[in-house]
């Protein structure tokens, strides 16, 4: 697995963007996927997860705004952002592994990490 994240850049508060993580590698088969992020000055923190049956989960403050999803065909991972605030301007990663779901927001749960995109969110 080896993975490439793309589509970041600069929105204005309210605005979408749609961050792409693309896998040269071996397809994702039965790893779950995953998004987390950096803020400046800030820990690194879990965003989303994608099991490979398609259960979600996410960080309380993205719920409804944020949505993971995969293309297998294209062997593509996918995080839509709408809504987007300032408070999600980060560095998102893009992330593969197989936790289990009670360590699905844990980083080291992850062993395939992407280099990141910088999304800003201006006010």
């Known amino acids: 697995v080896q993975l490439q994240a793309s589509g970041g850049g600069l929105v204005q508060a309210g605005g979408s963007l749609r961050l792409s993580c693309a896998n040269s590698?071996?397809?994702?088969?039965?790893?779950?996927v995953g998004w987390f992020r950096q803020a400046p000055g800030k820990e690194r923190e879990f965003v989303a997860f994608?099991?490979?049956?398609?259960?979600?989960d996410y960080v309380d403050s993205v719920k409804g705004r944020f949505t993971i999803s995969r293309d297998s065909a294209m062997n593509t991972v996918h995080l839509q952002m709408n809504n987007l605030k300032p408070e999600d301007t980060a560095v998102y990663y893009c992330?593969?592994?197989?936790?289990?779901?009670?360590?699905?927001?844990?980083?080291?749960?992850?062993?395939?990490w992407g280099p990141g995109t910088l999304v800003t969110v201006s006010s």
């Open positions: 992330v593969a592994g197989r936790p289990i779901w009670s360590s699905k927001k844990n980083s080291q749960s992850y062993g395939y």
């Open positions: 590698g071996r397809p994702f088969g039965d790893y779950a």
């Open positions: 994608r099991r490979p049956t398609g259960q979600t």
